[in-house]
């Protein structure tokens, strides 16, 4: 879209290029960045919504006091969106929103996960630990915050923001069901608070079989073309009398002040796609600095660790099914963010990001030229990297490595129940109290922990620590000792017979010298051990040497990023108006098309999937690509129900729009012009993986699931018609 206008206007009106150009710029390009405010949608953003077909009113896309488009959307669990599509609180989300909970429910006996699960009545849903959360209201408490930090330098501003945040946030909630969160927008030049209802009893209703909800698992993962239902089916309960509760047999199903209705009229390519949300984070004022030091250091790190531990977990996990309901979970979103971090890198190389930043620094410089305030920070941001570069691997180390062993990561808090244990003056009662965290914590370990893999996870990144970490780093004497007594650090065999001994002779999995250690606990127990002395050496050594300078680099990154964007925002006050703050999630609305698209030379991607592409693909027996018997005979008698798309002959089960989202907004809802619910936005494509750093506008696309392939799976393949009944269906 924003090409063509360009190419058009080239053509046609050459003579009045320079004055018209910015102009024109300005509606024409861009069109679909922008993860908007929907309580601030400017005259211009909504206009533009206007003109690319939208059909609603502003009011109707985000009112305070009466019911909008977004009293629908929910924040989903821990990091994920949801919408209300039924007057009884029914939830759509994407099935990878709703895995964790799924599994948690599944047993080797009755495994939803494997097999699906659909409940025909109220009676039958199946209660959850997760939350759902709705959006009240959005207010910017700017001046607030600013006015109780007035005058502080940067660090005694970092030190009081929080207390200015709670005093904020109590004072709004206080007497009231809601909670509220202060979010920092423009890296500290804004603060908005976003206030919530949270309910606490959400159930489980439904989900395909995981062939079909995660078809093609991590092989197509963040690519197009896709053939994945990636949908789950939850319900939102509230007390008897309509306020957020807990739990209770006695509760009813939410009454929401809004509902998204589901067509299934189709759509075609160009037509408009909203998308309500909450994406995570992005960071598109990062510095050419940031992307160096990302795609040099930080990424490949986490890639080749998490390689590593992913593929032990695998390993364990195809053998057993015990096991892999097990680890499903954790390794579904280690491997997510494995292969997106990947991609990341390889993207923000083929766009030449790196060189794109420096390029907008350079515009920034010479704008900064003769202004005290502005003209030194890039210099002193180069100082801030390079201080902190050499240490950046030691990190990830730390975090992806080290303690990316389940076995290593409960180490560490026996390491630090053992500091608290030899604290001076520490009291019987609170010897005792301590004593019982471990062992729920231990609890907790052992539900999901699995010895085979996580005994390899541990030899193999301890190894990659004494290959890859620059020596001078290394935990003092730590490795000395090992080879000592293991033999030579070269050899892969030495890390595998330590890790047997740490697994061998920790507490950890000994009950009987767990329970000896639960009825006399001492520091000394704790300091033998195996696990807790690895994980102690190590953390220690990172504690001391290094967290310091991580703080007072991310510190100082922050206060400079804070004053870049403070310049950006003064450099160009029209432009300015027009910027929407990184993603941070908070809710969001972007705006677009459904779109084709080309992702390298001679290839064109259509914009839907459909069912023919999904049996194209199968394979039977196979880890990803399986699909169930019950599927295939229905895709054979072709009974399509009323889903059948007339153009494809066929149930469309994907398709693409050129909407900007990220992690978070899976699940977010995805609606057409007159706001009815089309699909469900589970992915980015893999040609625009930058796009946390830098969206590209001619190949950023979102992968959606289409409503008429998840209520087809509802009907036919689960044959939940009572689901099916529930729902408003436009036709
Ligand atoms: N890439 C998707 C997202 O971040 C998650 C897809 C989950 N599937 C998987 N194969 N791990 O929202």
Known sequence: ???????????????????????????????????????????????????????????????????????????????????????????????????????????????????????????????????????????????????????????????????????????????????????????????????????????????????????????????????????????????????????????????????????????????????????????????????????????????????????????????????KLKLASNYASVANYWKFFDGETKQLKKFRTYEAKQKEEETFNAWAKGKPAYENLFADWQKVYDEWTPYAKHRMYMTEGVLGSPLAAFGSSLAGLEQAMSAPNVTPEALKKLAANADAGRKIFLESEDRASDQRILAQTAMMFY?????????????????????????????????????????????????AFMDNPTAEALRQDPAAKYASAFLNNYRTNYLPKFLAFTNRNNELGRLYLKGILERDPVKAAKLYPDANFSMRTSFGNVKSYRPRDAVFYDYVCTMKGMMEKYVPGDYEFDLPAKLIDLYNKKDFGQYKDPKYNDV????????????????????????????????????????????????????CVDARYVLWCIEKLGGATNIIQELKIVK
């Open 1 to 323: 879209m924003s090409y063509i206008c360009l190419l058009k206007f080239n053509l046609f009106m050459k003579k009045l290029l320079i004055t018209l150009a910015l102009v024109l710029t300005a509606f024409c390009t861009f069109a679909d960045e922008g993860m908007w405010l929907p309580h601030l949608l400017g005259k211009q953003v909504y206009d533009d919504m206007v003109k690319r077909g939208l059909k609603l009113t502003k009011e109707q896309l985000y009112t305070v006091n009466k019911s909008s488009l977004k009293d629908a959307i929910i924040i989903f669990g821990g990091g994920c969106t949801g919408e209300i599509v039924s007057p009884q609180g029914l939830i759509f989300t994407n099935h990878h929103c709703g895995y964790d909970a799924i599994a948690t429910a599944s047993t080797v006996q009755n495994n939803y996960l494997r097999d699906g699960f659909w409940a025909k009545s109220l009676d039958q849903e199946i209660q959850t630990d997760l939350t759902v959360q709705f959006l009240s209201r959005i207010d910017d408490v700017t001046a607030q915050v600013e006015d109780s930090l007035k005058g502080l330098s940067w660090n005694d501003r970092v030190r009081a923001q929080q207390r200015v945040f709670d005093a904020l946030t109590r004072k709004a909630t206080t007497g009231t069901d809601r909670e509220a969160r202060i979010y920092s927008c423009f890296k500290g030049n804004q603060f908005l608070m976003y206030t919530f209802e949270r309910y606490r009893d959400v159930r489980f209703v439904g989900a395909p079989p995981e062939s079909v909800g995660k078809f093609g698992g991590d092989t197509d993962n963040w690519e197009w073309p896709r053939h994945t239902g990636d949908f789950s089916v939850f319900r939102v309960y509230m007390s008897k009398d309509g306020k957020p509760a807990a739990y209770s047999k006695d509760n009813v199903p939410y009454k929401p002040k809004h509902f998204l209705p589901v067509s299934i009229k189709g759509f075609k390519d160009g037509d408009y796609a909203m998308i309500y949300g909450y994406p995570g984070g992005t960071n598109r004022y990062e510095t050419s600095m940031g992307v160096k030091l990302k795609t040099d250091v930080e990424n490949p790190s986490l890639v080749g660790l998490r390689d590593v531990r992913l593929k032990s977990m695998f390993e364990e996990m195809r053998k057993d099914p015990a096991v």
């Open 467 to 515: 290959q890859n970490v620059d020596k001078s780093q290394h935990p003092a004497g730590f490795f000395e000792e090992l080879g000592a007594k293991y033999g030579d650090l070269k050899d892969p065999a030495t890390f595998s017979k330590w890790a047997a001994d740490v697994f061998g002779s920790t507490l950890a999995f000994d009950d009987t010298r767990w329970k």
């Open 652 to 703: 469309v089960v994907s398709f693409i729009t050129t909407n900007d989202i990220t992690g978070g907004n899976s699940g977010s809802p995805v609606i057409n012009a007159s706001g009815e619910l089309i699909g469900l936005a589970f992915d980015g494509n893999y040609e625009a993986l930058s796009h946390k750093i830098a969206f590209d506008k001619d190949l950023n696309r979102t992968i």
